[in-house]
């Protein structure tokens, strides 16, 4: 599937891209999708009706500048009210209990520390919505089948990032520094 986007990178789909995601089952995958006004979105829209799934919006080009849609994209956060409203440091406990290996096991000062020390950087610098975020990335890529690497860079230092799954690095067992990542 060729999708298109505009300047701000909106994604737009074509009639024949829309037929594609009906007939392979991926409809109910796209959240928003914008399309050509003259499209026939209005066909796609009773199809969608009548599976129950949310009906597409017509393509409207935005009057405004990139640095003005981002800011209000990344206020957005577009992802299910769940994950908005997650309770990240509570969801950041019951992970680090299941990754214990004995059940008996409790938490290390250590691991608690590590995850303690590390959310407060990320809540002062106002990341908790990114967090959350992170956390519904690795959820729909994971129900979705979508492979991603094993980690990069410094975001390896990163034990939370580990937690919610965005790297397979475990930080704390290699000894890696988070303050490498959050500088």
């Known amino acids: 599937m060729l999708m298109k986007t505009d300047d701000l990178g909106i994604p737009r789909f074509s009639n024949r891209d829309l037929i594609d995601m009906i007939y392979s089952g991926h ?4 959240h928003v999708v914008l399309c050509n006004p003259s499209d026939d979105v209005n066909k796609f829209n009773a199809a969608m009706e009548e599976q129950g799934f949310d ?9 405004v500048d990139q640095k003005t849609f981002d800011g209000v994209c990344q206020s957005e956060w577009f992802m299910p009210e769940e994950y908005k409203n997650l309770n990240v440091l509570n969801w950041l406990q019951a992970t680090l209990m299941e990754k214990l290996q004995d059940p008996d096991d409790v938490l290390t000062t250590k691991e608690w520390t590590r995850v303690s020390e590390e959310f407060e950087e990320y809540r002062q610098r106002n990341m908790i919505n990114l967090l959350r975020y992170m956390i519904y990335l690795v959820d729909f890529m994971r129900e979705n089948g979508i492979v991603w690497g ?3 860079g410094s975001s390896v230092a990163s034990y939370v990032l580990y937690l919610i ?3 397979k690095i475990d930080s704390i067992k290699f000894g890696l520094d988070w303050r490498e990542f959050l500088r």
Request: charged residues 30%; without cysteine; aromatic residues 6%.
């Open 27 to 30: 409809a109910d995958k796209v």
């Open 55 to 63: 009906k597409l919006q017509k393509y409207i080009p935005l009057d």
């Open 150 to 152: 094993v980690g990069r």
């Open 165 to 167: 799954g965005v790297h």
